[in-house]
């Protein structure tokens, strides 16, 4: 049996790798390939393929947005994450947002090859190395302050936040304020780094 695959990375490189070691394997065909993470969710919903295998962190919606998204959707789809973060923070959020497998970019092909199979026959498979991990620390943040967080890391000012979130100047004030004080944080530059080290971001 085939398995239908669409390959969502970023990095052009990595990308043609993929598609080049995975094209060698009788049983896999890719039938789409995406730069970023909104065009993975368009080729996802285009094609309907059996495996979506992307990174996390792309341009656009992350890998984890657009598993999440897909199950929203009720999209058949099952997604594994190829990354080279071995963060707990991510793989808890992989979790939760129903991915099928979590294997890291350095693993030997043979191991993605497997994880692809495995995923497709309805087993899920993190890599042995992230299963203990993923319960060492607790994301304390909830999704909006996550949101402002995310949006605070490149230095926007508050206003500028809040008219691209539809919220309140105050509001976003606050939930600033509430994630840098969970994170025992001393400002936002040093909350927004401390969340995307723990793959909270």
Known sequence: MTIRTVLAEDQAMVLGAFASLLALEPDIEIV?????????????????????????EMPGRT?????????????????????????SGYLRRALD??????VLKDAPVEQLVDTLRRV????????PELAVAAWDRDDPLTER???????AADGSPNAEIAARLHLAEGTVRNYLSSAIAKLGARNRTEAAATARERGWL
């Open 32 to 56: 789409a390939t995406a730069a970023d993470g909104d065009e993975a969710l368009a080729a996802a919903m285009d094609y309907q393929p059996d495996v979506l295998l992307t990174d996390i």
């Open 97 to 102: 947002a129903g991915v099928a497998g979590y």
């Open 63 to 87: 890998g984890l947005d657009v598993a999440a998204e897909l199950a929203r959707r009720g999209a058949p789809t099952r997604v594994v994450i190829v990354t080279t973060f071995a963060r």
């Open 145 to 151: 302050e996550r949101d402002v967080l995310r949006n």
């Open 120 to 127: 497709h026959s309805g087993q899920r498979v993190i890599a």
